[in-house]
C-alpha cells in the first residue's frame, strides 16, 4: 500500500525533551522487529514531542498538569447519565436507524448485535461521527507509553499506530485521537483496529474514520469477539428488596435471574420476563451502592464493559440502546450522592487493601470491587452499609489509623 504519511504533519514544534528522545530512540528494535521500516520509524518519529498535559500520566518532580480524568470515573452518574444528552442521542439514534437501516440490519444479522447497541456505541464515543477527536495519534501514544500508567501496553499501541501508518490504513494527518490514544468514528486503539477491523462497504480496506459502515460492523466484530451473546439483554433494571447486601455487588456473585426476583428484586415497570430470560445468569449492579437504581446484569454487560471498562459507559451505552426504541428514562432516579475526589478514593483503597478487604487497583476509581470492598469495611466497623465512598466513611478510616 501507498505510505501515506507527511513528515511532521499534525505535530507541533516543541523543545527537545531529551529524556523522551532516548525512549523514542529504543522503540527502534521492537519496532523493527514488528515489521516497521526505518523510513517509517524516522517519519513519524521526527520533531515527535511528549504532550505533559495529557490525563492519567506518571510525572515524577513535576506538577500535577494533567487535564481532568476520564469523565467515566470522576462523575457521580446523575451527571454523567444526564437526561437531556440522552434523549438527544436517542432521537438522533432513531433518524440514523432509518438512515442506516439497510446497513445496520446487515450487521445485525451477520454479527447478532442489535442495532441500537451499535449506534449507541457511536452516538457514546463521537456523538455520531461529530465530535472532531483533539490530539495527533502517534503523539498521544508515544506520551502514555513514556510516563503514562499503563507503558506496556502502549508502547505496544505505539507500534501497531507506526504499522497503521505504513501500511496506508490511515493518513497522519486524519489519525486524531482521544486522550487515550483511541481513535476513528467508534473509538478503537491501533491493536483493536488489528483485531477487530471489518471492510463492510467492500472497498478492499478498513476505514473507521470515514466509513459508516466499517465503523459500525468493527465495534459488533469487536462485541462478537469479546463474548456478546445475540438474543441476550445488556441488563435488566430492578427495585431491590430493603434487605439487599450491596456487597453482593460483583461480578463474582452470579445468580440466574429468577433467584434474584426470588430474593426480593423486582422488575421495574411490571415487566414480565420469559423463562429464558429468568433463566438467565447475572450479577448485581449498584452504581451508587444502596441509592439510585439496581441492575441484574448479564454476560452482554461485561462485554461492552470490555469495550470501555467503565460501569457508567456501559449504563450509558445501554440505556441510550433502549431509548432508541422505548421513550422511558431509569426507572428510579439517581442519588444526589457527591464523588469522593480521586485522592480520597485512592486512600480508601490503600486501607482497605491494608485490612485484607480490597485486592484490586490502587486507582482511585470507586468501581464495582471498590463499592463492595467498602461495604464490607462498614459491617466490620458497625457503620451504615450503603457501599458508597462517603465523607464519613473517610473519616471513620482515619479514625482508625
Same mark, same amino acid.
Request: glycine share 8%; with cysteine; hydrophobic share 40%.
Given at each position: ?17 531529551? !529524556? ?6 529504543? =522503540? ?20 515527535? $514531542? ?7 500520566? +506518571? ?6 498538569? !494533567? @487535564? ?20 438527544? =442521542? ?22 447478532? &448485535?442489535? @442495532? ?104 459488533? *466484530? ?54 429464558? $430470560?429468568?433463566? *438467565?445468569?447475572?450479577?448485581?449492579? *449498584? ?30 451505552? !445501554? ?42 487497583? +490502587? ?21 451504615? &452499609? ?16
Amino acid at each position: 500500500m501507498i505510505f501515506a504519511i507527511a513528515l511532521g504533519a499534525g505535530v507541533p514544534a516543541y523543545a527537545a525533551d531529551a !529524556g523522551f528522545t532516548r525512549f523514542i530512540t529504543s =522503540l527502534w528494535a521492537d519496532a523493527q522487529q514488528a515489521g516497521v521500516s526505518r523510513a517509517t520509524f524516522d517519519t513519524v518519529t521526527t520533531g515527535l $514531542e511528549p504532550d505533559y498535559k495529557l490525563p492519567d500520566l +506518571i510525572l515524577p518532580g513535576r506538577p500535577a498538569t !494533567g @487535564a481532568p480524568s476520564q469523565a467515566e470515573f470522576v462523575q457521580v452518574p446523575a451527571d454523567y447519565l444526564k437526561e437531556g444528552s440522552i434523549a438527544r =442521542l436517542a432521537a438522533e439514534g432513531q433518524r440514523l436507524m432509518q438512515k442506516y437501516g439497510p446497513t445496520l440490519n446487515a450487521i445485525e444479522k451477520r454479527f447478532g &448485535v442489535p @442495532a441500537p447497541i451499535i449506534l449507541a456505541i457511536w452516538g457514546r464515543e463521537t456523538d455520531y461521527g461529530r465530535y472532531t477527536l483533539p490530539y495527533d495519534a502517534m503523539r498521544v501514544l508515544a506520551t502514555q507509553a513514556y510516563v503514562g500508567r499503563r507503558k506496556d501496553q502502549y508502547r505496544t499501541e505505539f507500534i501497531d499506530g507506526l504499522l497503521l501508518l505504513q501500511n496506508g490504513v490511515v493518513s497522519r494527518k486524519n489519525f486524531r485521537a482521544s486522550w487515550g490514544g483511541a481513535t476513528g468514528l467508534t473509538q478503537f486503539l491501533p491493536s483493536e483496529l488489528a483485531k477487530h477491523g471489518v471492510d463492510f462497504d467492500g472497498d478492499g480496506r478498513v476505514d473507521i474514520w470515514t466509513s459508516v459502515p466499517d465503523a459500525l460492523a468493527s465495534a459488533a *466484530q469487536q462485541l462478537v469477539n469479546k463474548g456478546w451473546q445475540p438474543g441476550v439483554r445488556w441488563a435488566y433494571e430492578a427495585r431491590a428488596p430493603a434487605s439487599v447486601d450491596c456487597t453482593e455487588g460483583v461480578p463474582e456473585v452470579k445468580k440466574p435471574i429468577g433467584d434474584w426476583l426470588r430474593e426480593g428484586f423486582l422488575p421495574v415497570r411490571g415487566q414480565k420476563l420469559t423463562a429464558d $430470560e429468568r433463566a *438467565q445468569p447475572a450479577s448485581l449492579l *449498584q452504581p451508587e451502592g444502596i441509592y439510585g437504581p439496581s441492575f441484574l446484569t448479564t454476560k452482554n454487560y461485561f462485554v461492552i464493559k470490555e469495550y470501555n471498562f467503565s460501569d457508567l459507559y456501559v449504563l450509558f451505552v !445501554g440505556h441510550l440502546a433502549d431509548r432508541m426504541t422505548s421513550p422511558l428514562p431509569f426507572a428510579t432516579p439517581w442519588s444526589a450522592s457527591t464523588q469522593l475526589r480521586s485522592r480520597d478514593v485512592e486512600a480508601m483503597q490503600r486501607h482497605l487493601t491494608r485490612i485484607g478487604l480490597y485486592k484490586d487497583k +490502587i486507582d482511585g476509581k470507586a468501581g464495582m470491587l471498590t463499592r463492595a470492598a467498602l461495604g464490607a469495611y462498614q459491617k466490620s466497623a458497625k457503620l451504615k &452499609v450503603d457501599c458508597w465512598p462517603s465523607d464519613a466513611v473517610l473519616r471513620a478510616m482515619n479514625a482508625a489509623h
